[in-house]
């Protein structure tokens, strides 16, 4: 499926059809869990994820990927919302920083993170390899832990992005911060 004509439909019963169709497929080849779907913002042409997002809208993205992963968990098969979050490059993206102002990162990029979480229930969020500011996305408490789980009720798991011996991961500080688990190689 194409996010972006997905998001175009403004049709939530349509996206939560989708979702369980996906989760329906996952079932068939046996997957209990999907790592996605990708709701960073679409902000510009250079993104390498651009495939991946809905929108540039954070609200249209939220309710979008929200409906989606309620029909996609409907059918038991968990998603893992992915790139939380300011993820803007794909090159030399390990350990860049990101810089924004708190009303900025949640009026636009928290905003379909915090839709996907209320509306869709999401059981997972995969955190990024940025930094918002000077700190790792998968180390932030305030981000993972206050406002994911304190703020929005958030109960399920978060996981790092693929590892692979980047050294932009300090297991210590993102278990400290509620990253539940690390991705490996």
Same mark, same amino acid.
């Given at each position: 499926?194409?996010?972006?004509?997905?998001?175009?439909?403004?049709?939530?019963?349509?996206?939560?059809?989708?979702?369980?169709?996906?989760?329906?497929?996952?079932?068939?080849?046996?997957?209990?869990?999907?790592?996605?779907?990708?709701?960073?913002?679409?902000?510009?042409?250079?993104?390498?994820?651009? @495939? /991946?997002?809905?929108?540039?809208? &954070?609200?249209?993205? $939220? !309710?979008? %990927?929200? #409906?989606?992963?309620? *029909?996609?968990?409907?059918?038991?098969?968990?998603?893992?919302?992915?790139?939380?979050?300011?993820?803007?490059?794909?090159?030399?993206?390990?350990?860049?920083?990101?810089?924004?102002?708190?009303?900025?990162?949640?009026?636009?990029?928290?905003?379909? @993170? /915090?839709?996907?979480?209320?509306? &869709?229930?999401?059981? $997972? !969020?995969? %955190?990024? #390899?940025?930094?918002? *500011?000077?700190?790792?996305?998968?180390?932030?408490?305030?981000?993972?832990?206050?406002?994911?789980?304190?703020?929005?009720?958030?109960?399920?798991?978060?996981?790092?992005?693929?590892?692979?011996?980047?050294?932009?991961?300090?297991?210590?500080?993102?278990?400290?911060?509620?990253?539940?688990?690390?991705?490996?190689?």
């Amino acid at each position: 499926t194409c996010n972006g004509i997905v998001a175009a439909t403004f049709n939530t019963d349509l996206m939560e059809r989708l979702g369980a169709q996906i989760g329906e497929e996952c079932l068939w080849v046996g997957y209990a869990g999907i790592y996605g779907y990708g709701i960073n913002l679409l902000r510009g042409a250079y993104n390498g994820r651009a @495939f /991946e997002y809905y929108s540039e809208d &954070g609200f249209l993205t $939220g !309710i979008t %990927s929200g #409906y989606e992963t309620k *029909g996609t968990q409907a059918k038991g098969v968990y998603v893992i919302l992915k790139h939380g979050v300011l993820n803007d490059q794909e090159t030399n993206r390990y350990g860049i920083c990101s810089w924004a102002n708190e009303q900025t990162i949640r009026e636009n990029y928290l905003l379909p @993170f /915090e839709k996907a979480v209320k509306t &869709g229930g999401t059981l $997972g !969020i995969m %955190s990024s #390899y940025n930094r918002i *500011g000077s700190t790792r996305t998968s180390g932030s408490y305030n981000l993972l832990t206050n406002v994911l789980r304190n703020e929005w009720g958030f109960k399920g798991c978060v996981i790092s992005d693929y590892n692979n011996n980047i050294p932009v991961l300090c297991p210590d500080e993102a278990i400290r911060a509620g990253n539940d688990l690390l991705m490996e190689a």
